[in-house]
């Protein structure tokens, strides 16, 4: 089973990743992260993600994910996917 990260809860991480982690029987999302504590409360509340943040990186260091979805604006990857690469995931 790997252990899901998500980073961002806008409308890609709605629509597409976590719906997708959800329904694969070989993922399970352990966390997600936003700024936004209400739009991060009501969808780790839609898709029961137990753990919630506000950074990133706290999660990261916490959960220690397998995998990680960046689903933020574009300009935010670069640092949000070598912080992941630097941690292993």
Known sequence: MFRVCVIGAGNIAKTIHLPVYTHNPN?????????????????????????????????????????????TPNKFHFVQSMEALSRGI
């Open 27 to 71: 993922t399970t999302i352990v966390g997600i992260s936003d700024l936004s504590t209400e739009l991060l409360q009501k969808v780790a509340d839609e898709f029961n993600i137990p753990k919630r943040y506000t950074n990133y990186l706290e999660m990261l260091d916490e959960l220690k994910p397998d995998i990680v979805s960046i689903c």
